[in-house]
């Protein structure tokens, strides 16, 4: 039974290219589907249509996304009516499309169809425009219904060709990870740079630092990427320069091409794969708000907003004596001007206590005294993620005294909640 409807899904594609060439052969031929009264028409089609398309957002409570899944549609509708012949003519030959980016750069010729649908409904509207002034073979409220049809079909496979066009220019082999990790490379004539590194894969990275004139393109080097589980040794080099947007002289990053161990790819490849750290450090979440949330926050749960949402990165350490181990963290980019400071751990830190923070900019900046208090992030890894985030809710500088306890605002106390005891202790470093 499961087979059997499985396999009539593939019929829907039939449908879909109905649904998607019908306002155009209208437009093109002045020909009415149905023979009904343009006010009794929408009277029942556009009800329909509004609540159908409501109700699902409502009952997928913010995870099912009407506009994605008829993107998803129009993608796929050709590919499903073409396997479909495959009743009529069993012979038919099917062959799997290779894999990676060579994969990715043949991808427009797939897109056929779409073109197709975009093409025709496009041309129509013009079209059935002229034949309405020329010879009025359509009324003006089917000349409106269906223009306004053709024109969503034409924005449906424009989407899927701008998407498929982007994903083509995308020359890299591997995903690419928006984290952000503590990294530390040594070159060639030994000097160390502690820095920080995010678009992440197990062969490339970005990093930022405070770059040297000698780090040119095809420059050498090894380092450490600083895993929760411990440092990962690599090697590789330098294969470009990102430099400031106003500063055109001014080096930011390096994109670096690497290798590690097969030990230390397996322990990257987990991390990046295994951990769900893109999700939390970037505010990623799959729900979205529906009509009802919108309007009624109040009494219909919504995606809550993450703080940390567009908060950019930067490596920082933290002791709790100057002499004493240091544990990395990522600093929250905006901390230059401390107001609203964030830190990322992957482990437990002590609160309400003077720790000495020493970050790792372009610029030298000194250490200074900070005070945290968990956040309890919303959505995905809010609570069970490894990784803890913490609000900067005080910081001095190095020279002043140390107090026991900041206080916290008012304000602070309704956005902050202290986390509740869990499996996790304090760091001991």
């Given at each position: 039974?499961?087979?059997?409807?499985?396999?009539?899904?593939?019929?829907?594609?039939?449908?879909?290219?109905?649904?998607?060439?019908?306002?155009?052969?209208?437009?093109?031929?002045?020909?009415?589907?149905?023979?009904?009264?343009?006010?009794?028409?929408?009277?029942?089609?556009?009800?329909?249509?509004?609540?159908?398309?409501?109700?699902?957002?409502?009952?997928?409570?913010?995870?099912?996304?009407?506009?994605?899944?008829?993107?998803?549609?129009?993608?796929?509708?050709?590919?499903?009516?073409?396997?479909?012949?495959?009743?009529?003519?069993?012979?038919?030959?099917?062959?799997?499309?290779?894999?990676?980016?060579?994969?990715?750069?043949?991808?427009?010729?797939?897109?056929?169809?779409?073109?197709?649908?975009?093409?025709?409904?496009?041309?129509?509207?013009?079209?059935?425009?002229?034949?309405?002034?020329?010879?009025?073979?359509?009324?003006?409220?089917?000349?409106?219904?269906?223009?306004?049809?053709?024109?969503?079909?034409?924005?449906?496979?424009?989407?899927?060709?701008?998407?498929?066009?982007?994903?083509?220019?995308?020359?890299?082999?591997?995903?690419?990870?928006?984290?952000?990790?503590?990294?530390?490379?040594?070159?060639?004539?030994?000097?160390?740079?502690?820095?920080t590194v995010d678009d992440?894969?197990?062969?490339?990275?970005?990093?930022?630092?405070?770059?040297?004139?000698?780090?040119?393109?095809?420059?050498?080097?090894?380092?450490?990427?600083?895993?929760?589980?411990?440092?990962?040794?690599?090697?590789?080099?330098?294969?470009?320069?990102?430099?400031?947007?106003?500063?055109?002289?001014?080096?930011?990053?390096?994109?670096?091409?690497?290798?590690?161990?097969?030990?230390?790819?397996?322990?990257?490849?987990?991390?990046?794969?295994?951990?769900?750290?893109?999700?939390?450090?970037?505010?990623?979440?799959?729900?979205?708000?529906?009509?009802?949330?919108?309007?009624?926050?109040?009494?219909?749960?919504?995606?809550?907003?993450?703080?940390?949402?567009?908060?950019?990165?930067?490596?920082?350490?933290?002791?709790?004596?100057?002499?004493?181990?240091?544990?990395?963290?990522?600093?929250?980019?905006?901390?230059?001007?401390?107001?609203?400071?964030?830190?990322?751990?992957?482990?437990?830190l002590p609160e309400r206590?003077?720790?000495?923070?020493?970050?790792?900019?372009?610029?030298?900046?000194?250490?200074?005294?900070?005070?945290?208090q968990r956040l309890m992030?919303?959505?995905?890894?809010?609570?069970?993620?490894?990784?803890?985030?913490?609000?900067?809710?005080?910081?001095?500088?190095?020279?002043?005294?140390?107090?026991?306890?900041?206080?916290?605002?008012?304000?602070?106390?309704?956005?902050?909640?202290?986390?509740?005891?869990?499996?996790?202790?304090?760091?001991?470093?």
């Amino acid at each position: 039974m499961n087979y059997l409807a499985s396999a009539l899904t593939y019929f829907d594609g039939w449908q879909k290219g109905i649904f998607y060439f019908a306002p155009a052969i209208v437009l093109l031929t002045g020909l009415l589907p149905l023979l009904a009264t343009t006010p009794e028409f929408l009277l029942h089609f556009l009800p329909y249509y509004l609540l159908t398309f409501w109700v699902f957002e409502e009952a997928g409570r913010g995870y099912g996304r009407s506009l994605f899944i008829e993107q998803y549609n129009m993608a796929r509708f050709a590919a499903f009516a073409w396997a479909t012949l495959a009743l009529i003519f069993p012979r038919m030959k099917f062959r799997v499309t290779a894999k990676g980016a060579g994969a990715s750069r043949s991808a427009m010729r797939f897109t056929a169809p779409q073109w197709a649908v975009l093409a025709i409904n496009g041309l129509a509207l013009p079209v059935g425009a002229a034949i309405y002034m020329w010879s009025e073979a359509l009324p003006l409220q089917s000349l409106v219904a269906n223009g306004l049809w053709a024109c969503i079909n034409a924005a449906l496979a424009l989407a899927v060709i701008s998407f498929t066009a982007v994903s083509q220019r995308n020359v890299r082999q591997r995903y690419r990870f928006p984290v952000a990790l503590p990294a530390e490379i040594v070159m060639v004539d030994g000097t160390r740079l502690r820095g920080t590194v995010d678009d992440l894969s197990d062969t490339g990275m970005r990093f930022y630092a405070k770059i040297p004139d000698s780090l040119a393109i095809g420059s050498k080097l090894t380092g450490h990427l600083l895993l929760p589980e411990g440092a990962v040794p690599f090697w590789g080099e330098v294969r470009g320069q990102i430099a400031m947007p106003d500063q055109p002289g001014v080096i930011k990053a390096l994109g670096c091409a690497f290798e590690t161990s097969e030990e230390g790819r397996h322990r990257l490849e987990e991390f990046l794969f295994g951990s769900d750290l893109q999700w939390v450090l970037n505010g990623y979440t799959d729900r979205v708000h529906t009509p009802m949330s919108r309007w009624m926050p109040n009494m219909i749960d919504g995606p809550v907003h993450n703080p940390i949402a567009d908060v950019r990165w930067n490596a920082a350490e933290l002791r709790v004596e100057a002499d004493g181990p240091a544990e990395p963290v990522l600093l929250s980019a905006v901390a230059m001007g401390w107001a609203d400071v964030y830190i990322v751990s992957h482990n437990a830190l002590p609160e309400r206590r003077a720790l000495i923070l020493d970050v790792y900019l372009r610029t030298d900046t000194p250490a200074r005294d900070v005070w945290l208090q968990r956040l309890m992030l919303p959505g995905m890894g809010g609570g069970e993620s490894r990784v803890f985030v913490y609000r900067v809710i005080a910081q001095g500088m190095r020279q002043q005294p140390v107090p026991t306890s900041a206080p916290l605002a008012l304000a602070d106390a309704r956005r902050v909640e202290t986390a509740r005891p869990r499996e996790a202790l304090p760091s001991t470093y």
